[in-house]
């Protein structure tokens, strides 16, 4: 009908806006005088278990490269040798 009153529905609100609206932001820890609050300082044996693990870590690491360069030859030559022995196993040649 052309006289009739078009009815727009409202959009719902989406769930985040809410979220944010009542999220402050972070907190900021600050002394009565205005200063920041520093953090603590690790202990000398924190420091000293996170360069064992690091430590560790770079030694596993390092044995896992050493590792593969020792075998990338070996299997380089032993593939080579099976290529050599099928090719001879086609052809009928009797190794032993």
Do not use: H
């Not at 052309?2 to 907190?27: S, T």
């Not at 953090?39 to 996170?50: A, C, E, N």
């Not at 590792?67 to 090719?87: D, E």
């Amino acid at each position: 009908m052309p006289g009739a009153p078009i009815q727009i529905e409202a959009v719902p609100p989406l769930p985040y806006i809410d979220v944010m609206a009542n999220n402050n932001g972070p907190v900021l820890d600050m002394t009565p005088d205005g200063q920041f609050v520093e953090p603590p300082k690790p202990s000398l044996t924190q420091v000293l278990l996170r360069l064992a693990a690091f430590g560790l870590a770079l030694c596993v690491g390092a044995a896992l490269v050493w590792t593969a360069f020792l075998m990338i030859p070996v299997l380089l030559v032993l593939g080579f040798a099976g290529y050599l022995f099928a090719r001879g196993q086609r052809r009928g040649w009797r190794p032993f």
